[in-house]
C-alpha cells in the first residue's frame, strides 16, 4: 500500500530562518508525483510545490524549495526566510496508484509549524 | 473563476439523521474527490470520480453514498450519521491526468 510518513508533529522556527521539514514515502509506481500543501487556520489546502519524479532537478517556489532524493524516497520542504504568514499545518502527498484515470492522492499526517516572531 | 466550491461550511447533525454535502469546480475538471481529515490523521479518501457518471470507493467508503451529478458537481451523502463520522469533508477536483488537486474550503460536520 502506498505510505507517506512526516516524522515531525511539529516544528518551530524564527521569523527570517529557515527550516526544513521531512517526509518519507513509499511507492511501486516508476511514474509518480510529490506534493507539499499548505493548510493555515483557515483550513484551506494550499498546493506549495510539486515534484515530478522522473525530474531531477529539485523543484522551486520562490522561498519553497525540496530536496527530493528518489532512492531513499524522500521528499523534504524547504522554507527560507520563514515569514509568519508561514504558520500552518503542512502535509506532503503522494500519488497514489493510477486507476481509471484518476489521480489519487495519500497524504501525511501533516507537520504543525509555528513561526516566532 | 470560484475554482472549488463547498455547501454548507458548517453542520450540527443528530445520531441518525441523513445529510447531503455538495461541492461544485467551475475549472472543467474530469476528476473529483471526496476526503475527510480527522485529528493526527492527515486527509483519507472517501470516495472519487474519475468521469461523470463513474464513481469508485476510496480508503474509507463506510457510511458514505456519492453521486456524480454532472460534470460539475460531486455531492456526499449521509444516510444515517453516526459520531465517528465527525470530521472535516473537503471536495477536491482535478483535470484529466493531471496530478494536482485543488481544494474546496471544508465543511466542518459534528455528529452528536
Known amino acids: 500500500a502506498q505510505t507517506v510518513t512526516q516524522s515531525q508533529p511539529e516544528m518551530s522556527v524564527q521569523e527570517a530562518e529557515t527550516v526544513t521539514l521531512s517526509c518519507t514515502y513509499d511507492?511501486?509506481?516508476?511514474?509518480?508525483?510529490l506534493f507539499w500543501y499548505k493548510q493555515p487556520p483557515s483550513r484551506q489546502m494550499i498546493l506549495v510545490i510539486r515534484?515530478?519524479?522522473?525530474?531531477?532537478q529539485n523543484a522551486t517556489e520562490n522561498r519553497f524549495s525540496v530536496n527530493f532524493q528518489k532512492a531513499a524516497k524522500s521528499f523534504s520542504l524547504k522554507i527560507s526566510d520563514s515569514q509568519l504568514g508561514d504558520a500552518a499545518m503542512y502535509f506532503c502527498?503522494?500519488?497514489?496508484?493510477?486507476?481509471?484515470?484518476?489521480?489519487?492522492?495519500?497524504f501525511g499526517k501533516g507537520t504543525k509549524l509555528t513561526v516566532n516572531p | 473563476n470560484a475554482g472549488v466550491t463547498q455547501t454548507p461550511k458548517f453542520q450540527v447533525l443528530k445520531t441518525g439523521q441523513s445529510m447531503t454535502l455538495q461541492c461544485a469546480q467551475d475549472m472543467n475538471h474530469n476528476s473529483m474527490y471526496w476526503y475527510r481529515q480527522d485529528p493526527g490523521m492527515g486527509l483519507r479518501l472517501i470516495y472519487y470520480s474519475a468521469s461523470e457518471g463513474t464513481t469508485d470507493k476510496g480508503e474509507v467508503p463506510n457510511g458514505y453514498n456519492v453521486s456524480r451529478l454532472n460534470k460539475r458537481e460531486f455531492s456526499l451523502r449521509l444516510e444515517s450519521a453516526a459520531p465517528s463520522q465527525t470530521s472535516v469533508y473537503f471536495c477536491?477536483?482535478?483535470?484529466?491526468?493531471?496530478?494536482?488537486?485543488?481544494f474546496g474550503p471544508g465543511t466542518r460536520l459534528t455528529v452528536l
Open positions: 511507492t511501486s509506481e516508476s511514474d509518480y508525483y
Open positions: 515534484q515530478e519524479a522522473y525530474k531531477q
Open positions: 477536491a477536483s482535478s483535470a484529466h491526468r493531471e496530478d494536482t488537486q485543488y
Open positions: 502527498a503522494s500519488r497514489g496508484p493510477r486507476q481509471g484515470g484518476s489521480e489519487k492522492l495519500v
